[in-house]
């Protein structure tokens, strides 16, 4: 590992009580112009002041105590890798209150970070640009000099320079709009004062959009902003002006603004879910969510201003599948718990960023049960996250929920399954531990605590535990400080009429059974039920040692008792899974299809590869059978996932009946006789670019073109790798870094080829490396770095290709992605040995079942 590059913190001699900030953003030339005015306290007198600031140019800077003369800075010294700027003064600035002046210019960039510029064509096809933010974690910095430090809040005033025909958007609502002096052709648009905030959560938006808003039931306004849609022929688009002095086209008919009526809906009903929930009311008049044409991450909680791709939050009612919809639930949840837990109250640094993340990914989940109970949520919980996580988790080179975190580069490293999903399972842990009454208690001390203030992670356990009574800080340190999960081993044994449980438990490691000298131990909240009544626990224990004896009084022989656990190998899987062919839970299918997934992919490293598409056949077949192509009468959300599950494995494994349908169907959409559901799209695609040629690939791209949804461009985009022949692999490489993707859907495009084929996987890993400058320029020191890196090289099954991975980083640093680098080597060893441990028992498993009888 290179040295930690040593880290410190802004001094504290000076910090920002309100930020005036005004910016002037140039859509053409992409820079923008801009005046801090901040009332500054100085703490300790001093001659400088210490800021961050990101490829900014300062132009002039002072600074005047309170009642007396302003004084120029003499010199801005740039220290560019610590992304600091420090302002020197001819004299002594003395402890006080005073206002900082600084007029500084910046560039609108294109790496989707900080303030930057976002393309999109206008319905006449014109190419423009909108100028959007996205600060978190350390990028506000780009925007504007600041101290760019979770812990160090203050309040905003922000107005913005823009055209008059644009909509100008921030985290708070509009009070004034009035013509700008120098140029007839802006206005100057000023925004009201935000409450204590952090700098990672400021945000504005100028551009084209049109919204459709709705109030909440405790009266706050919400607005859902979506691209500016075609006004039909003959309609016009009226002009007007809102009592919020926003600039806004009404169309008849509407554009595209219909499209945000489903993330309207479950923003004005999780508003007040989650007023009730943790009874504190939203603190803003407003908020906006607002689909960003490139946007790096799935969307941003900026505080009333909540930015998304459109992916994550445009539903059309005829393009968009069930997944999509139950998607843009859960994201809308998450963000809007983070307006409470997060930007409320927010984490004292970035250690705790899981904590914000964990939490948000664990409460979407009750919100979208709470809307959507149709959607048996919290099953899907379970292969969503809960698993996700132990895969990590189960490696060495995985990582404690949490990391301290020193210099910024390393925070992007930690927005992975660890924090968001491990952190939103042992929260759900937590919660089931303490109970539901318990737990909105200790979340309404908390956020009335700190609300406006940062708190750490023990500060949440403290509040926890005054509500419950329960040692709730001793239980979490064993699970968010060290990383791996233990597994339980349970013997049962009968006594008279009790049963005698002996609990033991040991860490899960992917590589075997852990043989380190130091043996970790956690605290584990322990439900036991039997088959009296399997719903509920008959018995509740904390089990705070290695091993642990229960005595179940009154229960007979023939009752069971359930505890999980089990190492089993992979031929016993496989055989579990034939069991399964008469199972209807979507969830079950799900889980089973991830890990034929996963299996498969290791055994296209073997000559039997077709036995284990024969066994995907026979599993799914029956299940297919049942459900048919069409949704039947009176069928649910879970029924539509299942089928695009379902249909898109036989597809893929070459099912005989599947494929025929799906060249049929595909045929009939092309040709504009028959458009395909939603929900039948991404199954009929893969299925027929998995067996098909040139022609195919052509369409496939055409359809790609004329899509108007960016869902349906994605959906197209994750498909194409399913294609098999080396030629054709290329163009699709070839198309992934073209202008007809989007930069962050380029790694979506380029993981699809490498978990389409083993030649995929081999050209994918070869593209990688031959356009790394590109790829790195693009996305460095961003979390897509890491992914693309995951999706490139994770299905590589043998040492010498760990070797050349770990090779290839070594002369190509990408520090972000340092940690993932080691996960996948890990990952790479780990399938090589599982090949060499279960190959052979596995093919003859298949081959005799194939030769067997039916």
Same mark, same amino acid.
């Given at each position: 590992m290179p040295e930690k590059r040593p880290f410190e913190r802004l001094p504290a001699d000076v910090s920002p009580l309100n930020y005036g900030l005004c910016l002037k953003p140039d859509l053409i030339d992409f820079t923008f112009e801009g005046k801090l005015e901040a009332a500054v306290q100085v703490k300790n007198a001093t001659n400088q002041i210490v800021m961050n600031c990101a490829d900014i140019d300062i132009i002039t800077a002072s600074y005047a105590p309170e009642g007396d003369e302003e004084v120029h800075a003499t010199g801005f010294n740039y220290q560019n890798e610590d992304e600091k700027v420090t302002l020197s003064f001819p004299s002594t600035l003395q402890k006080g209150t005073g206002t900082l002046k600084i007029d500084f210019v910046g560039e609108l960039n294109d790496k989707m970070k900080g303030f930057y510029r976002s393309k999109y064509s206008t319905p006449s096809g014109d190419t423009r640009y909108a100028a959007v933010t996205q600060f978190e974690a350390t990028d506000a910095r780009r925007a504007f000099p600041c101290w760019d430090e979770p812990a160090i809040k203050a309040t905003f005033d922000i107005s913005l320079v823009v055209p008059k025909d644009r909509v100008a958007l921030s985290n708070m609502n509009v009070v004034e709009r009035r013509p700008y002096p120098d140029d007839e052709s802006l206005v100057e648009v000023k925004f009201a004062r935000s409450p204590v905030m952090s700098t990672y959560l400021v945000a504005f938006v100028v551009g084209e959009y049109d919204f459709v808003e709705a109030r909440s039931q405790d009266g706050v306004l919400v607005r859902v902003y979506t691209p500016v849609g075609k006004a039909e022929q003959g309609k016009f688009a009226l002009e007007v002006i809102d009592m919020h002095g926003v600039l806004v086209r009404v169309y008849t008919p509407v554009g595209k603004a219909e499209q945000g009526e489903f993330a309207l809906e479950v923003a004005a009903k999780t508003l007040p879910f989650y007023k009730d929930y943790f009874n504190v009311p939203y603190p803003l008049p407003k908020i906006d969510l607002i689909a960003i044409a490139d946007f790096a991450a799935g969307a941003m909680e900026n505080w009333g201003l909540v930015t998304y791709r459109e992916t994550a939050l445009l539903i059309d009612p005829k393009n968009s599948c069930s997944s999509s919809r139950q998607w843009v639930a859960l994201v809308v949840g998450h963000e809007l718990a983070h307006q409470w837990f997060g930007n409320l109250v927010t984490m004292e640094w970035w250690t705790h960023l899981w904590l914000n993340e964990g939490f948000a990914s664990w409460i979407e989940y009750l919100c979208v049960d709470h809307c959507f109970p149709e959607y048996d949520i919290w099953t899907q919980f379970v292969s969503a996250d809960y698993t996700r996580a132990q895969e990590l988790d189960a490696l060495d080179n995985s990582h404690p929920i949490e990391v301290s975190v020193g210099h910024p580069s390393e925070v992007d490293e930690i927005f992975d399954a660890i924090s968001y999903s491990k952190g939103a399972s042992v929260i759900r842990?937590?919660?089931?531990?303490?109970?539901?009454?318990d737990f909105r208690k200790g979340m309404n001390l908390y956020l009335t605590k700190f609300q406006q203030r940062n708190a *750490?992670?023990?500060?949440?356990?403290?509040?926890?535990?005054?509500a419950s009574g329960k040692p709730i800080a001793a239980v979490m340190n064993t699970w968010t400080k060290q990383m791996g999960f233990p597994l339980i081993y349970v013997e049962a044994e009968q006594q008279e009429d009790d049963k005698v449980l002996k609990l033991v438990q040991k860490k899960f490691c992917a590589s075997g059974p852990y043989t380190g000298e130091d043996f970790p131990m956690w605290m584990v909240p322990i439900s036991i039920c039997t088959s009296e009544d399997p719903t509920c626990a008959k018995m509740q224990i904390l089990m705070d040692k290695p091993e642990l004896t229960v005595v179940l009084k009154d229960t007979k022989p023939e009752h069971w008792v359930k505890a999980r656990a089990g190492i089993i190998?992979?031929?016993e899987v496989l055989k579990v899974m034939e069991a399964f062919v008469n199972e209807p839970n979507y969830t /079950?299918?799900?889980?089973?299809?991830?890990?034929?997934g996963i299996l498969a992919t290791l055994l296209s490293h073997t000559d039997f590869y077709e036995d284990i598409q024969v066994f /995907?056949?026979?599993?799914? @077949?029956?299940?297919?059978e049942r459900l048919g192509w069409d949704p039947k009468p009176g069928e649910g959300h879970l029924d539509a996932l299942l089928r695009g599950l379902v249909l898109g494995k036989l597809g893929k494994a070459g099912h005989k009946a599947t494929l025929e349908e799906a060249r049929r169907r595909f045929k009939e959409h092309v040709e504009g006789k028959h458009i395909l559901s939603a929900d039948l799209r991404s199954p009929v695609y893969v299925t027929v670019l998995k067996h098909g040629d040139s022609s195919t690939l052509d369409t496939m791209l055409k359809l790609h073109k004329q899509a108007d949804m960016q869902e349906e461009k994605n959906r197209i985009e994750r498909v194409l790798g399913a294609i098999s022949q080396p030629e054709l692999i290329q163009k699709v490489l070839t198309f992934a870094l073209s202008e007809e993707v989007r930069p &962050?859907?380029?790694? @979506?495009?380029?993981?699809?080829? *490498?978990?389409?084929?083993? &030649?995929?996987?081999? *050209? *994918?890993?070869?593209? /990688?490396?031959?356009?790394w400058e590109e790829l790195y320029n693009r996305y460095q020191g961003g979390f897509l770095i890491s992914r693309l890196i995951k999706l490139t090289v994770d299905g590589f099954a043998n040492d010498k290709m760990a070797a050349e991975v770990k090779a290839f980083f070594e002369s190509h640093p990408a520090p972000s992605a340092e940690r993932t680098v080691q996960q996948c080597c890990e990952n790479i060893l780990l399938n090589a040995a599982w090949l060499r441990r279960d190959a052979d028992s596995m093919q003859h498993f298949l081959q005799q079942r194939r030769a067997a009888p039916v």
């Open positions: 842990m937590l919660h089931d531990y303490i109970g539901d009454e *750490a992670t023990e500060d949440l356990w403290e509040s926890l535990e005054k190998s992979t031929v /079950v299918w799900s889980d089973l299809s991830c890990n034929l /995907v056949r026979d599993v799914f @077949s029956p299940i297919g &962050q859907d380029t790694v @979506s495009v380029i993981g699809g080829v *490498a978990g389409g084929s083993k &030649q995929g996987r081999k *050209a *994918a890993w070869k593209f /990688v490396r031959d356009n």
